[in-house]
């Protein structure tokens, strides 16, 4: 039985030693296999970090705001991409099959936002993972959530196959209303899915000692955007994520919701890869925007 009362607060992260990761350049992802680190390397760039763009609100909350036409909206933003992140309905329907772009499938499904989200289950076959040649698959997982067991046993169920085949698992937080989005909860969450097999974990941002929450997973985090904020606002804080750890962001609305989304991609991407501090990437999206004042 767990020792709730004698789990010593964890303190010593090491935050000025990265963890070492011989034979990939990527963390974590040294002692994988081959194929494994193929997909792994064509989601994140020579420097280690990616630049995903989210676009599978669609599962859950049909027409998105800014994802009415994802040929429209989506298409012309994806080769400023490294990866996309999206279903096997849009891939197949509307990404052209001729992008080169690192494709991550959302796995995992179920529920409508008419009913409770993390009543999810797996919701397509490795196989077809394989068909799309999906550089990796995404389930979510509510940690803390009314169904957390059974969104675990999607992700490691997803694991198994994802071994199978060679193709890497990105555990998403899901973090339910009733939860703080805080560096104990975040720590606790990411370090579950890391644990239980997940070769990248995606989660979100937070103001305290998020680098705790990096050092702690010892596979690459990737910075969830979450709703739209103001562009200095969104900039500022996938700086400090990356500054802190993060090995790159996945955004969606902070990207396609804004008045001008090349210009953000532009920026995100200068700031993800090109080492532009906040207001530098901010200055990038003015200019390349015209003038956007969101
Ligand atoms: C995460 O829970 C889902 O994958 C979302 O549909 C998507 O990634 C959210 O992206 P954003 O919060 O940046 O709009």
Redesign the pocket.
Known sequence: MADLEGNIAAKNYGLDTPQESPGSHIKGAGQLEFGMRHRLSRIFGDDGRTVML?F??GYFQGPTSGLERVDMNIVPLAPQADAL?GTRGIFRSVIPAENDNALVLRASGGPSILKDLSDERIAMGIEDAVRIDAAGVAA?VFVGGEHETQTVHNMTRLVDAGMRYGIPVLG?T?VGRELTRDARYLGLATRVIAELGAQMVKTYFCEEDFEQVTAACPVPVIM???KKLPVPDALSMAYRAIDQGAAGV?????IFQRQAPQAMMTAVKGLVHDGLNPKQAEEMYRDLSGGAND
Do not use: E, K, S, Y
């Open positions: 989210a599978d609100h992140m979510q998403v899901a969830a955007g979450g996945d955004m969606g609305r902070n």
